[in-house]
């Protein structure tokens, strides 16, 4: 089984960074696209980047010149560097990850797998 954990959430002031990890374990043949996703209250899940096994990455508008997504294939893991942070990014934020595994004896199969989520959330 693969197993996805978040760490790094908090309590961050506005205008202030935080630096998001989630590790990926288990049974991995390779990873190809990672992301990080953010529910905050009252509010449906958005996506808000991703970066696939070549580089590139994607972001929502409302990050964009303010987060950094990298990933480091040799830890499975993948970051999310958030900067100026502001108030309307506090949320629940999640990974996953779309990896290459074995299940109940199965063939080799892409799925996609979540983390448990960590809090962030921005306030004076």
């Known amino acids: 089984q693969v197993q996805l954990v978040e760490s790094g959430g908090g309590l961050v002031q506005p205008g202030g960074s935080l630096r998001l990890s989630c590790a990926a374990s288990?049974?991995?043949?390779?990873?190809?696209?990672m992301g990080w996703y953010r529910q905050a209250p009252g509010k449906q899940r958005e996506s808000v980047a991703s970066i696939t096994s070549g580089g590139s990455t994607n972001y929502a508008d409302s990050v964009k010149g303010r987060f950094a997504i990298s990933r480091d294939d040799a830890k499975n893991t993948v970051y999310l560097q958030m900067n100026t942070a502001k108030p309307e990014d506090t949320a629940v934020y999640y990974c996953?990850?779309?990896?290459?595994?074995?299940?109940?004896?199965?063939?080799?199969?892409?799925?996609?797998?979540w983390g448990q989520g960590t809090q962030v959330t921005v306030s004076s």
């Open positions: 288990g049974s991995i043949f390779s990873i190809n696209t």
């Open positions: 996953n990850a779309a990896v290459l595994t074995v299940r109940g004896g199965g063939p080799l199969y892409e799925y996609t797998f």
